[in-house]
């Protein structure tokens, strides 16, 4: 099916909107196009093949239970997941891959030698408590969430939905860490909202 024109209209109204809002954390435009970081080339990257997921989860959500669909993956997502920890714990003491790659490994490793001195001593709980948080809550609600939603909505109207979370973590970092926007981050915030609403509004 053909992508209608105000769908299109909203995709670049959020594009800019998003653009807006990540002027807020520099200190001029000019810092914001020239200092690209590698950290920013990988999150565009994910971006784009995130997209091919929505895609694709389209056409399982229709066939598939949300709670199948979500359990298959889950399983796999750990199963990969587990796999890259172990491929780069390996390669931290090889001196013939790159330095980021090393200390990828070195972090991962040493985190995990961490993990029996937090199982005993006083953050017990806390650990328990992230741990449960995280697996429950930002990883199986939103995937059984995300496989269901897909079910009724348009891959492309899912993925301006999701630019709205931006706006949420905004909210919750000024809820729990006292952090507040500048005016490129209200007026990006507010184009954001604006596209959403352009293709979910009646």
Known sequence: TSIPLKTWLACVIALVGVGIMGLDSTTSSEAAVTGVSLGDVWVVLAAFFYTFHC?????????TAAVQLA????????LYSALTTAVLIGLASNNDVG?????EGLDIAQFLSTVPTQLSDS????VIGAVLWTGLVPVAYTICAQSYGQSHVKPTDANLIYTIQPL????IAWLWLGET???AGYIGGSVIGAAVYLVVGK
């Open 99 to 103: 330095n980021s790659i090393r200390e």
């Open 123 to 126: 953050s017990l709980m806390g």
């Open 181 to 183: 926007l500048g005016p």
């Open 168 to 171: 949420f973590t905004a909210i």
């Open 55 to 63: 895609i694709r989860l389209e056409r399982f959500a229709q066939a």
């Open 71 to 78: 359990a298959a993956k889950a399983t796999t997502e750990t």
